[in-house]
């Protein structure tokens, strides 16, 4: 129950294409929703966030869209660019911030020219 | 920019032998936070530890896994017998109290032979 299921497990989208990566969960406590995008050899590093009272945050190319009812989260890659090339984790916690993070499995993403 | 630094980069141990990862979390932090992440696989959690002790742990954190925050500014994992198995990129991540974002370290990657 404590699970954050991710998919794609690996994604290859064109220059200026949109780029969407799903999560679901099956905990209903979960109140914080971030995604994380990981560099080779560095950490993760927040991307955006959001939380279950709202269906949709936007920042910049980002976007998350949030199904509260579907218990399913997805983040949307506006205008994806080489330098998105990344792999993406979806997380979700029981607190505002404070808690323990609970990881998707991670999506490699590639972005060809 | 603020950031959680660790030490070393890259740790490789001979099995049964003891390692310290070292951490320094952002230094208006207050909580604090082991992950682990196998080669290709998810980020998961370890320890949380709030107020010098332990708030919470997982089960991958058994009796050879130690935390400690020495001096109030550095933050330990000792891992007592390495085996095989805990070969892994080890990230720190620490976060204040009521923020939602927490900072990862650029991790070490332990290497048990």
């Known amino acids: 129950q404590q699970q954050v299921k991710q998919s794609p497990q690996s994604l290859i989208v064109q220059k200026g294409g949109i780029s969407i990566i799903n999560c679901a969960y099956e905990?209903?406590?979960?109140?914080?929703f971030p995604w994380y995008q990981q560099f080779p050899g560095k950490g993760p590093a927040l991307l955006i966030a959001i939380r279950p009272d709202v269906s949709e945050k936007k920042e910049g190319r980002f976007t998350i869209s949030f199904n509260k009812s579907a218990k399913q989260f997805s983040l949307h890659i506006m205008d994806s660019q080489p330098g998105d090339s990344a792999t993406y984790f979806c997380?979700?916690?029981?607190?505002?911030?404070?808690?323990?993070?609970?990881f998707g499995t991670g999506t490699r993403l590639t972005i060809i020219p | 920019e603020p950031e959680v630094t660790q030490t070393p980069s890259h740790q490789v141990t001979q099995m049964g032998q003891e390692v310290i990862l070292r951490c320094v979390p952002i230094?208006?932090?207050?909580?604090f936070y082991w992950y682990r992440q196998i080669l290709g696989q998810k980020v998961e959690f370890l320890v949380s530890?709030?107020?010098?002790?332990?708030?919470?742990k997982s089960e991958i954190f058994d009796d050879q896994f130690s935390v400690e925050r020495p001096d109030g500014s550095n933050f330990t994992l000792k891992i007592r017998s390495t085996k095989l198995e805990d070969s892994a990129m080890y990230f720190c991540a620490s976060l204040v109290r009521g923020n939602t974002e927490a900072f990862f370290g650029q991790g070490t990657r332990l290497t048990v032979v």
């Open positions: 997380a979700a916690s029981l607190n505002f911030g404070n808690e323990k993070l609970t």
């Open positions: 230094s208006n932090h207050l909580y």
């Open positions: 905990n209903t406590a979960f109140d914080y």
């Open positions: 530890f709030y107020n010098n002790e332990i708030s919470e």
